[in-house]
């Protein structure tokens, strides 16, 4: 039982407590529907949302990118689980149907950028698009959704970093997180007499370095010097943002049988592959005036 002066969340260097912080949102005819889903929803329809406008100021038919929507949302979700599962594999090694439930998390991003620009890639073939303005349309509603789907992993209680004392500080009632890495254990902070873990909100550095990318991507759409550069400026910003904070995060996924952080060498590769494309491209732009 909670004790009633105990919060379930606090940022105690900034003041704030969170009495009650949910992970169900609300009962829908006996279904639970939890707020991880909400905001990875909301983040799907802002870019979605995104995309349709940014096609309408571009010229483009808004309509295309709403079928191709449908499609890269789809893609998308299973390219998530299918990389999260592939490299947690003994989290459903016993429970193979668990594999289809959504609800909880278990979607890694980077699965959903990959199937992304795969689709894209495919959709843009098909319908005879120029695959590096579709990219440019798309991209800043991506990473938009993907500061807004980031607190859904606050609501789980997941993807935090290990002890800190800075200023972003954040505290977890312990009884509620599952699975508490022994790194984060054995700092555990009493608070009236009930146990929290104090840990870096990666969550939300996460979703502030998006965040930042997605205004720079919005100032800068009008001055870039060839379609697609907004793509590589997003792989470059956001491949060194995540790299960062991947090496903060207690839940890696780790490539099989080393202690190496898959995600963390897939950031590594967009910084260096999208620097050398950038430079490429722009160097062709400039010889070719």
């Known amino acids: 039982m909670q004790n009633n002066l105990a919060p379930d969340v606090m940022f105690p260097n900034l003041g704030i407590q969170i009495a009650n912080l949910p992970r ?23 870019g979605v949302l995104y995309a349709y406008f940014e096609a309408k100021r571009t010229g483009q038919k808004p309509e295309t990118y709403l079928d191709f929507a449908v499609i890269a949302v789809i893609t998308s979700i299973i390219g998530a689980r ?13 429970n193979f149907m668990s594999v289809f ?28 698009l120029d695959m590096a303005v579709v990219s440019d349309t798309c991209v800043p509603g991506l990473v938009i959704g993907q500061a807004i789907g ?30 508490i890495p022994a790194a984060v254990s054995q700092h555990m902070v ?17 979703a ?9 991507l919005n100032i ?6 060839f379609d697609g550069e907004l793509l590589l400026i997003y792989l470059i910003g956001y491949g060194f943002i995540r790299a960062i904070i991947e090496g903060m995060r207690t839940d890696q996924l780790l490539l099989w049988g080393t202690n190496m952080a898959v995600s963390q ?21 400039r010889t070719s005036r």
């Open 208 to 216: 502030v370095g998006c965040l930042l990318i997605f205004i720079l």
């Open 24 to 46: 169900e949102a609300f009962n829908l005819f006996g279904i639970s529907v939890y707020w991880y889903g909400i905001l990875v929803t909301l983040g799907v329809l802002c």
């Open 220 to 225: 800068y759409k009008t001055r870039k010097k």
């Open 150 to 179: 980031r607190f859904g992993n606050f609501f789980n209680r997941e993807a935090f970093g290990g002890f800190t004392d800075s200023l972003f500080a954040m505290r977890y009632l312990a009884e509620d997180v599952p699975n």
């Open 82 to 94: 299918i990389y999260f599962v592939i490299f947690s594999w003994d989290l459903y090694r016993g």
């Open 101 to 128: 439930n959504l609800r909880l998390g278990g979607l890694a991003i980077y699965g959903a950028i990959i199937a992304a620009i795969a689709t894209a890639y495919v959709f843009a073939k098909i319908k005879k």
């Open 190 to 206: 009493d608070f009236n007499g009930m146990n929290y873990i104090q840990v870096h909100p990666t969550f939300l550095y996460e």
């Open 265 to 285: 060498i897939l950031s590594v590769v967009a910084v260096v592959v999208g620097v050398g494309l950038l430079v490429y491209f722009r160097r062709k732009v």
